[in-house]
């Protein structure tokens, strides 16, 4: 079963403008984590933030978590059309790997 | 360095009949996982390794589906007899070790069962 959980499923903006999604999971974890995938790809790597962390920025990428509503957020700054793709949360539970749905970023020129 | 390679990437096969993805980690990776990706949903886990060991199996289907990493390198996910439902993207991905945080996968091998 999926733990995570991301909001919205989908999301269609404009180049430049800032994409954010969501995503909630249910249980505690040590770190979550952010993959990208482009359609018919393999998952990369994006960013990962630590429990005891409650931002982190990366490029144009900003992650938050607040673990007292086990919840984490995904910003994305002046998107460009490479920032297409699904963007899915990884809660880490010592280990234990949960991936979300998904949300999937459509950015048009 | 080189990433995750996994074979093949395609595969068309018929219900009942049975097929095999391979996979080789990164070096030196201890922790090998094979996950499930069904169109327009996140990844499943299907198993995950320690080297030559496995950590959890727990959503594998054990009735069609099994897995081994003979001395704890690359690895290889056996599905026999495939039924229509297994039709998914086959992802594995290696880290360094448990508890170590990131992921690498490879592209996947996109398996269609008629």
């Known amino acids: 079963s999926q733990q995570g959980e991301e909001d919205p499923q989908a999301l269609s903006i404009q180049e430049g403008e800032n994409a954010t999604m969501n995503c909630s999971y249910k249980t505690s974890i040590n770190n979550l984590q952010w993959y990208r995938q482009n359609s018919g790809r393999g998952l990369v790597h994006l960013i990962l933030i630590r429990s005891n962390e409650r931002e982190k920025h990366s490029g144009r990428l900003r992650v938050t978590l607040d673990t007292s509503k086990k919840s984490s957020s995904l910003l994305i700054t002046a998107s460009r059309a490479a920032d297409t793709a699904s963007y899915f949360c990884v809660s880490d539970s010592w280990g234990k790997l949960q991936f979300g749905a998904g949300t999937q970023v459509v950015v048009t020129p | 360095e080189a990433g995750v390679a996994q074979s093949p990437r395609y595969k068309i096969i018929e219900k009942r009949q049975s097929v095999a993805f391979w996979c080789n980690p990164i070096s030196g990776h201890a922790t090998l996982y094979w996950y499930q990706q069904i169109l327009g949903q996140g990844p499943k886990l299907l198993i995950q390794?320690?080297?030559?060991?496995?950590?959890?199996d727990s959503q594998l289907p054990k009735d069609r589906f099994s897995a081994e990493r003979l001395k704890g390198v690359d690895s290889t996910l056996k599905i026999q007899p495939a039924k229509l439902e297994d039709s998914a993207v086959y992802l594995c991905a290696s880290s360094l070790a448990r508890n170590t945080g990131e992921l690498f996968f490879g592209e996947g091998s996109r398996l269609t069962v008629l």
């Open positions: 390794f320690q080297n030559n060991g496995v950590v959890d």
